[in-house]
């Protein structure tokens, strides 16, 4: 592996890192109106997109679409500036963004949202911007005639394909599902492009918020009765550590904790060490809280704390792991900030509010 490949892309990543807003702070913004988030915020990388929001106009909603600007802006200047391997896994993990979109816009189908109030549940993102997201809210009138106003994109067949068991049982976690296959199997196959120490870095962190996803929908499943057949149908097919049998005793496990320690020894045998923290992690929360939604933030904050480790596994290092960690605690930033803003116009209390921040 050559590192003098990311000497353009580096000083970039290491700066934009330098200016992620410290975690204690973050908490400190929980409960405060949307004026003292944007003072607060004017210091920070988000100062240009803040800037451009309208005294008249500051609410969430202005304050939310300057956070996911902010954060399509930083991930397009690192593509810009990252070799070609790099740069096409990076176009692939913005199709989850796209994907969100599409989720979003099935869910307030579903719910039959209003155009302004679905709008704030979406990512404007790649082809998948705010005109387009609006143009499908304004003209669909059900989940089939989202389904086929994105013909266009592969989005279309692919929820094509899934339509059949949304139908059958009145879910979205059907449709959900099928794009989530799709797009891992996507940034799955870019990760592939990569040969020795980057192969395992792209590997140990895409593949852990692929089991994540896995898990959670094992996790899920189970918690509602959904039977063993159609939670299989339900796993993204890929893994670094865990083969179909893994995965399988998880699913036929006698109850949820039996599936966590399943997947914690099988983690232990693959020596996959990373894995063994997030499932320890995991296990310790649900004999705790004996909570399904505990566990998906434990996991959520998992993948944070890889990332953490690897800044400073492989940091001396040019590769592609500063780049990965730092996309991902920049979208957990982007998160929080949003979890907050939002928090204070539904007046939840500031304790409730931190406790929904996922921080490592």
Known sequence: MSAWKYKR???KVIVAKLRLIEPNDIVELAGRRPRDV????????????????PTGQLDS???ENAFLEN???TCKEIMEHSPKNTGFLLSTILMKFEASNVKAILRAKEAELGIDEAMTYIIPAGRLDEARCRKILESARSVSDVIELLSDLEYGPVLREALRGHEETRLLLPLAVALDKYVYGEIWRAAGKFRGLDKKIVRT???IEIDAINIKVILRCRAMGISEEQIRRYIIPVSE???EKELEDAIRAADIKSSIEGLLEAAKLAMARDYRYVLTDLLREYEASQSVSRLEMVLDRGLLKTSLRMLKRYTPFFNIGLILAFLNLKWAEVKNLRAIVRGVEDQISPDKIRRLLVLP
């Open 9 to 11: 892309v580096m000083p």
């Open 38 to 53: 944007q003072l607060m915020l004017a210091k920070t990388s988000y100062q240009a997109e803040i800037s451009e929001i």
């Open 61 to 63: 909603i202005s304050l």
């Open 71 to 73: 954060f399509v802006r």
């Open 205 to 207: 962190v895409v593949g």
């Open 241 to 243: 550590v865990f083969d």
